[in-house]
């Protein structure tokens, strides 16, 4: 895909990720949408913004009736409770859900159809390591990011045929706001931004940016005793 004649939607482009994605895709020369709840926190040079809450359906459905040109979809607006499933709050919960996994697939059914009208384009879902492997301290987080790597592979057959490609990212701790109590190495947004636009205009079905996420994909073949040697 030719980046540079690409129209593309970034949710959650206000800041972290989402921003460096934005920043990155003006940069190589493609017409951008920046989305956020708050869309007046959006000031990057070149990027148009507008309001999405992605956990509101009817958000969704008027911003995919304002923008009817886009090509490329990443799916990035986030949250992070830090909720554990069985004592953290049902709300806690219930938001990681609706952001990650139920957000992204209404973002994908209400914009799938405009980017096939366009002749086809890319999805991307930014996901995380944490939808491989998981930890009390982020079991919301994780069972949401789960559901959404589920939902990518899913929906990559059914829009393929369409002319969509559907890719998902996986990185580890970033340098952004959502990881800043976070003492292990951290890769820096603009590095993950690059991996990701290199990764949408080859076609990667799936991006692994970072040796945590490399060493993690590789345990899965060996089931809980490589992935949770604690429990023996």
């Known amino acids: 895909m030719d980046i540079s004649t690409a129209t593309a939607l970034v949710t959650g482009a206000n800041r972290g990720l989402g921003r460096a994605l934005a920043r990155e895709l003006v940069a190589r020369g493609a017409t951008v949408y920046g989305a956020a709840r708050r869309p007046d926190q959006i000031d990057?040079?070149?990027?148009?913004?507008?309001?999405?809450?992605?956990?509101?359906?009817?958000?969704?459905?008027?911003?995919?009736?304002?923008?009817?040109?886009?090509?490329?979809?990443?799916?990035?607006?986030?949250?992070?409770?830090?909720?554990?499933?069985?004592?953290?709050?049902?709300?806690?919960?219930?938001?990681?859900?609706?952001?990650?996994?139920?957000?992204?697939?209404?973002?994908?059914?209400?914009?799938?159809?405009?980017?096939?009208?366009?002749?086809?384009?890319?999805?991307?879902?930014?996901?995380?390591?944490?939808?491989?492997?998981?930890?009390?301290?982020?079991?919301?987080?994780?069972?949401?990011?789960?559901a959404q790597w589920s939902l990518t592979n899913e929906v990559r057959q059914q829009l393929a045929p369409r002319g969509i490609t559907v890719s998902g990212l996986h990185v580890g701790y970033m340098d952004t706001d959502m990881a800043r109590h976070v003492t292990e190495p951290k890769t820096d947004p603009a590095d993950v931004a690059r991996a990701a636009v290199d990764g949408i205009a080859a076609g990667a079905p799936e991006i692994v940016v970072d040796d945590l996420s490399r060493r993690i994909q590789a345990g899965l073949s060996g089931g809980v005793a490589a992935l949770y040697p604690q429990l023996g």
């Open 44 to 146: 990057l040079p070149g990027v148009k913004a507008i309001r999405i809450d992605v956990t509101d359906p009817a958000s969704v459905a008027a911003a995919a009736e304002e923008v009817r040109d886009i090509t490329v979809l990443i799916n990035n607006a986030g949250s992070s409770t830090g909720a554990d499933l069985l004592t953290g709050s049902w709300d806690d919960v219930r938001l990681e859900m609706e952001t990650h996994y139920l957000g992204t697939l209404g973002m994908i059914r209400a914009f799938a159809p405009v980017i096939e009208s366009q002749g086809g384009g890319a999805i991307l879902n930014i996901l995380s390591v944490l939808s491989w492997v998981t930890f009390p301290a982020v079991g919301a987080y994780s069972a949401a990011k789960s």
